[in-house]
């Protein structure tokens, strides 16, 4: 796969529940992680009853990826569809918000593709409405939930395998293919920053293996070295980050990932314990293998390379499931989406700010 925008990861169907028991609708196919995101869920059990988009032959695509699903004539169908327990999305990255609320208000708990908003206003908003609603405000932070390395790094760091992490270094490296991409990608009221976006993953691991409920945005930055005719894009950001339980953080996203690259971006996560370290290549392995799944682990007792490809799975599309049905929180707390949602919009923050740069 060298485009990322259309990366659908598959492993293998684990379902935690019935046919028919989680029934979900995905509306708004503007990226391609939407595919992803469906896969992740049938694969645990989940019935994907309707799928909607203003865009007819996007809709037929999916209907072919997803037989027994059928095309809803509005969002309103679905919304007054009480089967459906869930709205599942990659829309425009600005109408996420907007559209989950919507979902929210229509009883559904919502998931949605990252980033999941915006603006410091969306997620205020958002806040509210799961407040008023009681429902789910979900979020697919691929880089981590839908990558067996990612999956088994947390598994070792919950056993204490590294002792306790004091930081993390994240390498989110994409091929931009401008030419394929559609025009609200050139717009940065629209795609929501560099930062924002795919750095909206590299926060999310910070928090999550560093264990940080909050975090200081300590230094950002963005740029456009090579697009000159697309000023709404920042095609390089990097950003340094201090959690509020002494850890630190940085990480780099660019949009440079070179075409004779086998994926779409050599995707690296670097953890450091008190008592080892781990790293992550979570795509491919430069120079040896165009698959991903790769594990290097450090410590007092081993040093050694772990190949989990095919053998870790996807847990927490299930445990969402079922968060949705029993009303816990075990995939992911709600603070936890909600935190490293606002540290994303404040690191573009700063790193606008610092270059002067105004929205319309």
Known sequence: MRDGMNYAPKGKPNPVVKPGEFVFAAVGLDHGHIGGMCNGLMEAGATLKWIYDPDEKKVAQYLAMCPGAKAAKSEEEIFADKEVQMVATACIPSERCPLGIRAMEAGKDFFTDKT??????????AKAAVEKTGKKYAVYFSERLHCEAGVFAGQLIKDG???????TIGLGPHRININSRPDWFKRREQNGGILCDIGSHQIEQFMYYTGATDAEIVAANIENYANPDNPGIDDFGDCNLRGNNGTTGYFRVDWFTPDGLSGWGDGRTMILGTEGFIELRKYLDLGKSPKGGHLFLSNHKTEEYIDVSGKVGFPYFGQLILDCLNRTENAMPQAHTFKAAELCVKAQMVAEQAKGIKRN
């Open 116 to 125: 999941p908003m915006t603006t410091l206003q969306q997620l205020a908003d």
């Open 161 to 167: 395998a590294i002792g306790k992490v004091i930081q």
